[in-house]
T-cell receptor, first 114, second 115 residues
Framework: KAGVTQTPRYLIKTRGQQVTLSCSPI?????VSWYQQTPGQGLQFLFE???????NKGNFPGRFSGRQFSNSRSEMNVSTLELGDSALYLC?????????????FGPGTRLTVL | AQSVTQLDSQVPVFEEAPVELRCNYS??????LFWYVQYPNQGLQLLLK??????LVKGINGFEAEFNKSQTSFHLRKPSVHISDTAEYFC?????????????FGQGTILTVHP
């Protein structure tokens, strides 16, 4: 079974631009979560989607948004990029919602903001 | 809310030596515990998880961890490491009994195995 895929793998943007990252979960998985990884703040939860509904949101400004489609694929968008948004963005999928489900991570999208 | 503290940011060891990576957590509710590994330029891979039952959990690649509720710890161990174990290791918790999948991670421990 194919793993979680994320596109693109690398992205360079300038301040003020917006960006959209894509995540395709493992086939059959219906829950998708997003995390931001930076050297200073570590791994931080962004949001979680299940059945096209955002079920949980981390402590990030409104510039960060996401959505999930009927085929469980998910996108996250960051508007008005800031230098501090440079990070590795990781997507994880799990079969359903619930704290016992294992989250399977993709390779991430590395975003650099200049 | 939950928090996780990984007590060592870097752990250097020689090949075939044993290793322990330490993790303590804080939570006002019951939690489930996880260890993930991240190799360079890759995502996270689950090593093992504790949900309930036996406090000694065995995972992939010869790793194991022991849940200690009284000390709120979940230390990761391997009796004999290989060069290929060089990576960053993350301890994570999730609030038990919820339908939310929000993982809270520690800051990571970089394990470097020397020949």
């Amino acid at each position: 079974k194919a793993g979680v895929t994320q596109t693109p793998r690398y992205l360079i943007k300038t301040r003020g631009q917006q960006v959209t990252l894509s995540c395709s979960p493992i086939s059959g998985h219906r829950s998708v979560s997003w995390y931001q990884q930076t050297p200073g703040q570590g791994l931080q939860f962004l949001f979680e989607y299940f059945s096209e509904t955002q079920r949980n949101k981390g402590n990030f400004p409104g510039r960060f948004s996401g959505r999930q489609f009927s085929n469980s694929r998910s996108e996250m968008n960051v508007s008005t990029l800031e230098l501090g948004d440079s990070a590795l963005y990781l997507c994880a999928s799990s079969p359903s919602v619930g704290s016992t489900d294992t989250q399977y991570f993709g390779p991430g999208t590395r975003l650099t903001v200049l | 809310a939950q928090s996780v503290t990984q007590l060592d940011s870097q752990v250097p060891v020689f090949e075939e030596a044993p290793v322990e990576l330490r993790c303590n957590y804080s939570s006002s509710v019951s939690v489930y515990l996880f260890w993930y590994v991240q190799y360079p330029n890759q995502g996270l891979q689950l090593l093992l998880k504790y949900l309930s039952g036996s406090t000694l959990v065995k995972g992939i690649n010869g790793f194991e961890a022991e849940f200690n509720k009284s000390q709120t710890s979940f230390h990761l161990r391997k009796p004999s490491v290989h060069i290929s174990d060089t990576a960053e290791y993350f301890c994570a918790v999730i609030a038990g009994g919820t339908s939310y999948g929000k993982l809270t991670f520690g800051q990571g421990t970089i394990l470097t195995v020397h020949p």
